[in-house]
């Protein structure tokens, strides 16, 4: 196919501004990078964190977004794994330099050198978009482009934090149901773990799609559940449901912040942490956790809800979430 000069591109051209329509030049591959064409692009909490000036120091005249999936159209001179024609995903993990202390452990995630996609380098929420290649995953067949989109953030980093939770756990926890949650509770029903969903309170229809989705029980967040939890994960970025997890959460239970911002966390009682207790956060995802979770999600198999907009309509999306009426994730849409 020909390949445009121009393409259609939502830009973040001001701190706390909406996104701006614009036309900008298609960008072109360096000898690491993949051109792709974007068919979908998700819409994602950390969009809403860099867009209201949460997450500081974004790039200048930034393309958000980092749940994308599209055909790769042209291929760097150094790119050795991916053809022109394949369909890809590109998550938030966008770069790492392989020589920091981090990434000499495996730590990928924690690299001082990383780049993000839709936050530091350019997003999907435009017509093209290139990728370092070693950062890209094949998507399975059984997916759409819409369906696939929000496995490639929110099933990411849903996924490290349930990986991160435990694998003994019986019991677990889910406070914020939303697109993370939604993919991970199925992950986690398929395990044949307990699922516990923690809505906003007197939210009965996302505690219905809760348990519609296998929870055995789903309430408040202001709520105690029936029985002790082994293990807790904190989506929605609110500080206050931490202590209300720890105090729902069993001797030597592990609640994880899955979120990349949440407001302060208020002071509590050393009681409620003691007796082994711990509490950690979750950093980015890395490679390992993409393939893990693409290849475990058709077996279940994770079904994705998603509500479609076209790219034009990615303010009206960014407001949706900021005002908290989703159910499922948010997908931009490629005309």
């Known amino acids: ?46 969009d809403l964190h860099i867009a209201d000036s949460e997450l500081l120091n974004p790039k200048p005249l930034l393309i958000p977004g980092h749940e994308i999936v599209g055909t790769i159209v042209e291929t760097g001179s150094c790119v ?35 780049l993000f996609t839709g936050y530091t380098i350019d997003g999907g929420y435009a017509e093209y978009t ?56 199925q992950v986690a029903v398929y395990q044949g773990k307990r699922v516990y969903a923690f809505t906003r309170p007197g939210d009965v229809d996302t505690q219905e799609f809760a348990r519609r989705l296998g929870a055995v029980w789903a309430g408040n967040s202001t709520e105690m559940p029936p029985e002790e939890l082994d293990a807790a994960i904190i ?13 729902a959460t069993a ?6 912040c899955g979120g990349i911002h949440m407001s302060d966390i208020p002071s509590f009682p050393y009681r409620i942490l003691w007796e082994e207790r711990v509490v950690r956060s979750v950093a980015n995802l890395t490679r390992r956790d993409g393939e893990e979770l693409l290849a475990i999600a058709p077996k279940v198999p994770v079904k994705t809800e998603v509500e479609v907009f076209p790219l034009e309509q990615a303010n009206e999306s960014l407001g949706l979430l900021r005002q908290g009426r989703v159910q499922g994730a948010l997908v931009l849409q490629m005309s």
């Open 80 to 114: 050795d794994r991916l053809s022109i024609g394949d369909r890809v995903g590109v998550p938030w993990l966008g770069y790492t330099c392989s020589q920091c202390r981090y990434c000499r452990r495996n730590q990928e995630n924690l690299c001082d050198n990383a």
């Open 235 to 247: 989506f929605a970025p609110v500080g206050a449901l931490l202590p209300a997890a720890l105090r």
């Open 1 to 46: 196919m020909e390949i445009p000069e121009r393409m259609r591109a939502m830009v973040l051209e001001a701190p706390a501004k909406p996104l701006s329509a614009v036309k900008v030049p298609v960008p072109r591959p360096g000898p690491e990078q993949v051109l792709i064409r974007v068919h979908a692009c998700g819409v994602c909490r950390t």
């Open 130 to 185: 290139v990728a370092n290649h070693r950062y890209c995953f094949r998507i399975p067949d059984m997916y759409n482009d819409a369906q696939a989109a929000p496995l490639l953030c929110a099933g990411l980093i849903g996924y490290r934090s349930y990986r991160i939770a435990g694998q003994d756990v019986e019991r677990l926890g889910i406070y914020g149901f939303g697109a993370a949650a939604h993919i991970i509770a």
């Open 251 to 256: 001797k030597g239970g592990t609640v994880v």
